[in-house]
């Protein structure tokens, strides 16, 4: 079935580093791949998205590509905040194989200091 | 709008009672989806409608654990009697499939219902 890798947290860095959070997914067909962000004490908000492959996704800041031959889709920052700290979920959805929902990875929790 | 409304945000009850989490879907989505997060076990999908219909109900740990959705307004997961390792967070998550040409499926989730079974 599809699965979702994602890097291991917890990852801390430093205001204004950049950020990079590996995530590799197994999937048939051509799935779209998700970020989802989770603030503490909330659910999970959709911070980007690619629906094929060299899609680039962005927001706030926050990128990435649909890489369909390495099977990754990489959430990267080029200068984090304090604010940016929060929950981070790779997921994809495989609507053209007939699933309908979303199938997440574990979540990577970041942790930005002053 | 108002976005998926969860209730209650907390509940802390007793081993062996019963437990009704609550959901309203964005208006006009027509899949809903019940998750539950744990620190163990991160976030799993435990069942979702589609219409109204459930469509897959295999996440869901035991048959003290149910599901329904009487309306496209409305969904509740109940669990009885409850158990302590049901402790955990529990969202529902709504999404509208086809609306706008849309072909992924793009969810929104509520904030979550904080259950703590002692």
């Known amino acids: 079935g599809d699965s979702v890798t994602q890097m291991e947290g917890p990852v801390t860095l430093s205001e204004e580093a950049f950020l990079t959070i590996n995530c590799t997914y197994t999937?048939?067909?051509?799935?779209?791949l998700f970020w989802y962000v989770q603030y503490p004490g909330e659910g999970l908000q959709l911070l980007l998205k690619?629906?094929?492959?060299?899609d680039k996704g962005s927001n706030k800041g926050f990128e990435a590509t649909y890489r369909k031959e390495t099977t990754s889709f990489h959430l990267e920052k080029g200068s984090v905040q304090v604010s940016d700290s929060a929950v981070y979920f790779c997921?994809?959805?495989?609507?053209?194989?007939?699933?309908?929902?979303?199938?997440f990875g574990k979540g990577t929790k970041l942790s930005v200091i002053p | 709008d108002a976005g998926v409304i969860q209730s209650p945000r907390h509940e802390v009850t007793e081993m062996g009672q019963e437990v009704t989490l609550r959901c309203k879907p964005i208006?006009?989505?027509?899949?809903l989806f019940w998750y539950r997060q744990t620190m163990m076990r991160g976030l799993e999908l435990l069942i979702y409608?589609?219409?109204?219909?459930?469509?897959?109900d295999s996440g869901m740990p035991e048959d003290r654990f149910s599901a329904k959705m009487p309306n496209a307004s409305f969904s509740t997961l109940k669990i009885q009697p409850s158990e302590p390792r049901d402790s955990a967070v529990y969202f529902c998550?709504?999404?509208?499939?086809?609306?706008?040409?849309?072909?992924?499926?793009?969810?929104?989730f509520g904030p979550g219902t904080r259950l703590t079974v002692l």
């Open positions: 409608f589609n219409n109204n219909v459930p469509i897959d």
């Open positions: 997921a994809l959805s495989n609507a053209g194989a007939g699933s309908y929902q979303l199938t």
């Open positions: 208006s006009g989505h027509n899949s």
């Open positions: 999937a048939t067909g051509y799935p779209s």
């Open positions: 690619a629906t094929k492959a060299d």
């Open positions: 998550a709504s999404s509208s499939r086809g609306a706008g040409g849309l072909s992924y499926n793009e969810q929104f």
